[in-house]
């Protein structure tokens, strides 16, 4: 079944501002509101939309399956993997002040590489959560 | 005040909704004046928060579950006086509670006076990130963040292999039904 053509050029035209803000959110989080979950709820909705103009197969064919799966267990790696850093080179689990020679710097890098691991999550999650409810409603 | 009152009528038709897929819209609602109202609060980490997980996703995947399951709500088979009462006190208690809090806004409250001081005058010295939510969210107390990432990457396992498991007498008795209705 072919969708509506209104609902494909909207959906297409819509697509990458909807992509766009979610990466907005997400690297603007640290002057503004918006963050790693915000950012990967948003971008999680793209696929979500794609999937319902479009159908699943079209959506796999982005956002494959497997690479959304791992996706989900990748951020909390990242997340755990950054503070492991802080760990190895001698000071607290989780303290970035070592990532840089200067520590505000190395802060600002830590929450960067955290927020990117919470959004990996979040986004992994949310689609692969998706896709299983769609996949189960066949 | 509006937002309040609406969000009162939203809850009260979400109670007398018996189906679920008006519940999930009204939730959706709910979680909309929700943000707002944090938004009105200057909230707008959480009121972002809000509009994208309490009335997106959520609600994508609420509706994506009564897709699986039946949507129409069974009517109470007895008079739940009991939950009555007892939500009845517990939010009599809760609100009791609230009337010894200090005024809301107020710059001397405990809240105000532990930690928050450091945290919004040196998170730009500290970490060069002037919005002080993020770098209490990921610096400051990055542990609870990543509690939470942990958290949902649980939820999000769980549920995947709650619907995918089992697929063989499931997948049967979804055939039946659809055949039932048909």
Redesign the interface.
Known sequence: MRPDVILRVGTKLILPFILLFALYVQFHGDFGPGGGFQAGVIAAGTVILLTITFGLESAQRVAPRALVERMVPLGVLIYAGTGVVGLLLGKNFLDYSVLSHDAAHGRELGIFLVEVGVLITVAGTMTALFYAFVERGR | MVLLTLLAVVAIAIVRQRSLVGVVILAGIYSFLMASIFLVLDA??V???EA??GA??SI??LL??L??TKTVENPPIQRNLIPLSLSLIVGAALIWGTLALPPFGTADAPIHQHVVPRYLTQTI???????A???V???YR??D??G???V??T???G??LL??GRRRRPERAGEKKTGKRI
């Open positions: 707008v980490d009121a972002l928060t994208s997980v997106g996703i994508v995947l994506a579950t897709h699986l010295k500290e970490t060069n990130v002037p919005n939510v993020t770098s969210l990921a610096d990055g542990f963040t990543l939470e990432a942990t949902i990457f939820a999000g396992i549920v995947m619907l995918r």
